[in-house]
């Protein structure tokens, strides 16, 4: 843990940080790396310790009070954010993490905060890609967390994505610092649970964390390198793009790889989203793709939708992409 500068170099202009803590051995090594790094480096940022309360287990408040008695003691203001309401019964882990990160992000932007700093690890980053992996996610999915990215106008930073876990729980019992464990983790109900138990066995054929890692690196460059490209494309391409609406002639992808088009049509589409929205589904977007590219070989018209947005092709190959109309109800 010696480059404490460079983990926390996009922190050292920011107005505000909140620190995602819960209380397990990552994010209070998260806590305690922050504190080393704003005593090393002598900055004064603003950070806000903040722990999610989901109310599904008993105890789960005592902890977070828990929480704020490290963080005071610190230095640093703590919140305790509360999922409040009915809990669902069905994906629950999903759902909590989406609770989750609303209430972080919600308070950062409450307290003028520029980052959302959570304390993934290299270990979380490799179950990420396998839990991607064995669901046949794409290339930019294979790639992994990235250590940065914008939500909502601000930024999720990652500063630990490199360091294992075992690291972490070391630093922590090399300060004496005390942590809880959150049972969640090994309930055989949910997938990634489910996931690390079959890790020895993976170990046993060569598919370790490092693999897993590698495997996430070079997904990523695969990725980064379509991205440029498909950016290139947008740029170069004579488009009409207004509020709303896309128009261009595609003749000259007819015959370029499927990932292309997909790609550019999943930009136009972010791009007319009023509001920022969750990636697009891969399988419709291919199979979208699949027939819009048929139909352009054979200069044929095609319509299809995804994600409230008409697709439309005309036989001259040019492609409009613009808001559905809203769909009437009841017999005219």
Known sequence: MEDLAARFAPLA????????VSGGPDSTALMLLVHAWLQQADASLRVSVATVDHGLRAGSHAEAEGVASVAQSLGFAHRILEW????????????ARDARYGLLFQHAREIAADFVVTA?????????????????????GLAGMPRASKRDGLIHLRPLLDCPKS?????????????IT???????????????????????????REALLRLGRRAE?????????????????PAARRNGYFQASIAALATEPAEILSRLIEAEIDALQAEPARPLRLDRLESMTDRLQDALRQRKPWRGSLAGMAVKLDPAANLTICREKPRRRGRL
């Open 167 to 179: 690291d972490l729980i070391a630093y922590c019992e090399a300060r004496g610092q005390s942590f």
């Open 221 to 237: 460059r695969a990725d980064r390198a379509l991205a440029v490209g498909v950016a290139k494309l947008r740029l170069e391409l």
């Open 182 to 208: 959150d049972p969640s983790n090994a309930n055989p109900a949910f997938a990634r649970a489910h996931l690390r138990k079959l890790a020895p066995v993976l170990v046993q054929e060569g598919f370790d």
């Open 120 to 140: 993934h690890h290299a270990d979380d980053q490799a179950e990420t890609i396998l839990f991607r992996l064995v669901r046949g996610s794409g290339i930019a």
């Open 84 to 95: 409040q309401g009915a809990k669902p019964e069905t994906r629950i882990q999903e759902r």
């Open 13 to 20: 202009a920011a107005r505000g940080a909140v620190l995602a």
